[in-house]
């Protein structure tokens, strides 16, 4: 097992419930817009009040996805980042203060040998895996080296879940489990669904000691409604939209390549930043009943 330090998130999740809020956690694709840049908008969603950093492997099939980060995942894919990528991002934030989880389809995690993408993400610093598209009945390899490098290991339940499915996911997973708040896709929505309390209710009678609600949050309203019944609040398409205005504003978002050369790595990201605050004034009110 590699001795690397690390945050897992079960840490940062005791911690919050300790400050009596859910946590953050915030979703980036690595290499959107480039890896320097990708790197930086992780530091101002942490400085700006992410507990737990989401760093998206990106993917040509995402199925879970919805279009805001299809767009910037096809984008990271074309500017050439792949998987080793992800690995060095998780190792630039190693000791941002927050815990670092990849989010990764399956078949990229198969492309590398399950053992050994383990054994470099855990010496990289990270926290372990979110795979939406990997059930623990198929996840033998994964359980295994998981286990071995002391790697978080995150499976999601939907609302559609009944209690036997949710009892054999929350017996295999750690850090958190991962509640799909709809059954569609990432995106911001008008609301959350009706029956994510419950589900979250039921995911907890199954056995799990922390469920972090995500799809669908945008704004501090829903991050508070969510927070004040799930352990954690996970936001991404906020995130990556605010993130596109940002690059929009300083010309380099690509629309003006003139622009973009001309201006240094660093970007100014005064959208990205305001929206992680009110996310985080959003689970800091959803214990006390103040609304954002």
Sequence with gaps: MSTTARLRAGDVLERTREEGRPALVG??????????????????????????LELGLPYSDPVMDGPVIQQAATAALAGGTRTHHVLEAVEALRGSGAAVLVMTYWNPVLAQGVASFAQRLAAAGGAGLITPDLIP???????????????????????????ERLSHVVSHASGFVYAASTMGVTGTRDSVGEATRGLVERTR??????????????????AAEVGAYADGVIVG???VKALMEDLAAAGADGADP?????????????????????LREGVESARSGVRA
């Excluded at 979703?27 to 737990?52: H, K, M, S, W």
Aim: aromatic share 6%.
């Design 237 to 239: 398409s906020a995130f």
């Design 258 to 278: 003139g622009a973009e050369a001309s201006l240094d790595a660093a970007v100014p990201m005064p959208r990205l930043a305001a929206k992680a605050r009110e």
């Design 27 to 52: 979703y980036l694709p690595v290499g959107f817009p480039d890896q320097e840049r990708c790197i930086q908008a992780a530091r101002t969603l942490v400085d700006n009040g992410v507990d737990v």
């Design 205 to 222: 009678a199954a056995g799990a000691r922390n469920v972090c609600v995500g799809l669908g949050v945008s704004t501090g309203t829903q």
């Design 137 to 163: 009945d198929e996840a033998g390899d994964w359980l295994a080296a998981s286990e071995e490098e002391g790697l978080d290991r995150v499976f999601l339940v939907a609302p559609s879940s009944p209690r």
